[in-house]
């Protein structure tokens, strides 16, 4: 393995960390996943630096924040544990900790996985950053890096604190590493304690795995262990139950079959021609809150897409299997999901609007000619969520039927998904918002009308028609307003 490189502003930051902990005559030792991750030669883009201290970190990382001008984050009292944040790019948080013991060692022998388990005295790592020739490493997690193992460091890990359940499938997913037949037999045992932690700590965890490109394979193990049923409880009836039709899997295995697919089209665009690459993944990218990308939440409206199928399952007299009002059932359900998880309010409306309307580009895709008129319409139902709406359609679609999938159908939706796609990104302003050419007031003085639901609903109709391609001018706007309101007096007569 080949230490990655460390930027030179990180170094800049732990030399005055080191001198600033030598005038307090304080021993400051690195570890953990900053070690992990230099041993692994991973690219990393935000900087989380692991220090350890004897006991007093608290107080420390206090006052280093205000010596280095950083944001002091008290982060768990009981274990003292405090965090730093540095702004720049890239960014940087330093977490500093008691050591979880009376000496450094106990400390590591008290993590989470043996990977993990590394520490240097942040004095010798200066010396040489790409050295690591003192390293101190009792659970041989060098070791396991090279078997690309994760291994826990000791059997309560899990009783202890069980988030580091999530953390073992979110390494496994991040890192491509396998997870030792001990250590599952440990997440098994401890899994129903899952239930007692808090869904801000659940959701931090899920959101990383989902991030990756590799959730698929983890959110299949969280099922195999019994973990996803503690998570999502609401997708415990889709196991097991047959769908028919196009489907080739139950309804709880089609709904993590959709990560696959995710995973897949998401990490590179490739389903898409290449105008649409570089706008989806900038789409894709966006943080809805801090730290948490539209990436994540498309996977995961994927995961419930088909919560609401067991509640509205039919079997008709010929046989055939239907889940009419799915989606409306869905959205519902999904409500109790994203409190659940205490996502923001942005972030669940966008999860609960894709649910309540998966099914509507496949409908459209089945349309002979998609109009201007339908592309408004669904846009202005989904507003920025529209490109998250389809591509989670797309995920759908292809795990449904699977490799059983006829090319020239899915040549076909792809291009009508495109056709969808392509006014989002490209025609903002004529097709999916329309700048307004009147306002109320307008309307009202022009045409003598008192203010009221009637002004609203010509506004949205002048809109409607400008994203037809009928109205461009102030002066069609108003002609429009006027037929409009003498068709539907004639309407009423």
């Known amino acids: 393995?080949?230490?990655?490189?460390?930027?030179?502003?990180?170094?800049?930051?732990?030399?005055?960390?080191?001198?600033?902990?030598?005038?307090?005559?304080?021993?400051?030792?690195?570890?953990?996943?900053?070690?992990?991750?230099?041993?692994?030669?991973?690219?990393?883009?935000?900087?989380?630096?692991?220090?350890?201290?004897?006991?007093?970190a608290i107080g420390?990382?206090?006052?280093?924040?205000?010596?280095?001008?950083?944001?002091?984050?008290?982060?768990?009292?009981?274990?003292?544990?405090?965090?730093?944040?540095?702004?720049?790019?890239?960014?940087?948080?330093?977490?500093?900790?008691?050591?979880?013991?009376?000496?450094?060692?106990?400390?590591?022998?008290?993590?989470?996985?043996?990977?993990?388990?590394?520490?240097?005295?942040?004095?010798?790592?200066?010396?040489?950053?790409?050295?690591?020739?003192n390293l101190v490493d009792p659970l041989h997690g060098r070791l396991a890096l090279e078997r690309q193992q994760l291994i826990a460091c000791f059997k309560d890990s899990f009783v202890e604190d069980p988030v580091r359940i999530l953390r073992a499938l979110r390494f496994q997913a991040q890192l491509n590493f396998s997870l030792d037949a001990a250590t599952l037999s440990l997440i098994k045992q401890a899994a129903s304690l899952l239930a007692q932690v808090s869904g801000e700590r659940i959701r931090d965890e899920l959101v990383l795995i989902l991030q990756t490109r590799r959730c698929y394979?983890?959110?299949?193990?969280?099922?195999?262990?019994?973990?996803?049923?503690?998570?999502?409880?609401?997708?415990?009836?889709?196991?097991?139950?047959?769908?028919?039709?196009?489907?080739?899997?139950?309804?709880?295995?089609?709904?993590?079959?959709?990560?696959?697919?995710?995973?897949?089209?998401?990490?590179?665009?490739?389903?898409?021609?290449?105008m649409f690459r570089a706008p989806l993944r900038d789409y894709c990218a966006m943080p809805m809150v801090e730290g948490r990308s539209r990436l994540a939440l498309i996977k995961l409206a994927g995961l419930v897409h088909d919560v609401g199928k067991p509640a509205n399952r039919q079997v008709h007299a010929d046989g055939e299997i239907w889940f009419i009002g799915h989606e409306h059932t869905g959205a519902e359900l999904a409500i109790g999901i994203v409190d659940r998880l205490r996502?923001?309010?942005?972030?669940?409306?966008?999860?609960?609007?894709?649910?309540?309307?998966?099914?509507?580009?496949?409908?459209?895709?089945?349309?002979?000619?998609?109009?201007?008129?339908?592309?408004?319409?669904?846009?202005?139902?989904?507003?920025?969520?529209?490109?998250?709406?389809?591509?989670?359609?797309?995920?759908?679609?292809?795990?449904?039927?699977?490799?059983?999938s006829r090319l020239d159908?899915?040549?076909?939706?792809?291009?009508?998904?495109?056709?969808?796609?392509?006014?989002?990104?490209?025609?903002?302003?004529?097709?999916?918002?329309?700048?307004?050419l009147v306002d109320g007031h307008q309307l009202m003085q022009t045409l003598g009308l008192a203010a009221g639901p009637r002004i609203g609903d010509l506004l949205a109709a002048i809109e409607e028609a400008q994203a037809e391609g009928r109205v461009h001018s102030t002066q069609q706007a108003l002609d429009f307003a006027r037929e409009h309101l003498a068709r539907g007096q004639s309407a009423h007569e």
């Open 1 to 56: 393995m080949r230490p990655s490189e460390i930027p030179k502003g990180l170094i800049t930051v732990l030399k005055q960390v080191q001198e600033f902990a030598a005038s307090q005559n304080v021993e400051c030792f690195l570890v953990g996943g900053f070690l992990r991750d230099q041993l692994l030669g991973r690219a990393v883009l935000h900087w989380n630096v692991d220090l350890a201290v004897a006991k007093g």
């Open 343 to 404: 996502l923001s309010n942005r972030e669940s409306q966008m999860i609960c609007r894709i649910v309540k309307h998966h099914l509507r580009p496949g409908l459209l895709s089945r349309e002979p000619q998609l109009t201007r008129r339908a592309i408004y319409r669904f846009y202005k139902d989904l507003q920025d969520d529209g490109p998250a709406c389809l591509l989670t359609w797309w995920h759908d679609r292809l795990a449904a039927r699977g490799s059983a």
């Open 217 to 274: 394979e983890a959110v299949q193990s969280l099922n195999a262990l019994g973990v996803l049923d503690i998570l999502f409880p609401e997708l415990v009836p889709g196991r097991g139950m047959v769908q028919g039709g196009v489907h080739h899997l139950d309804v709880l295995g089609h709904q993590i079959e959709t990560l696959a697919y995710a995973d897949r089209v998401l990490d590179g665009f490739e389903d898409f021609s290449e």
């Open 409 to 436: 159908q899915l040549d076909q939706q792809r291009a009508r998904l495109e056709e969808m796609l392509h006014p989002y990104f490209f025609k903002v302003e004529e097709v999916v918002r329309p700048p307004r």
């Open 60 to 133: 420390l990382a206090r006052d280093l924040a205000a010596h280095l001008k950083g944001a002091f984050v008290p982060l768990d009292e009981q274990w003292g544990c405090a965090r730093i944040v540095i702004g720049g790019t890239p960014g940087l948080e330093l977490d500093i900790s008691d050591f979880r013991g009376s000496t450094l060692e106990e400390d590591l022998h008290r993590r989470d996985f043996t990977i993990n388990a590394l520490a240097i005295r942040l004095q010798e790592w200066l010396k040489d950053p790409r050295s690591l020739l």
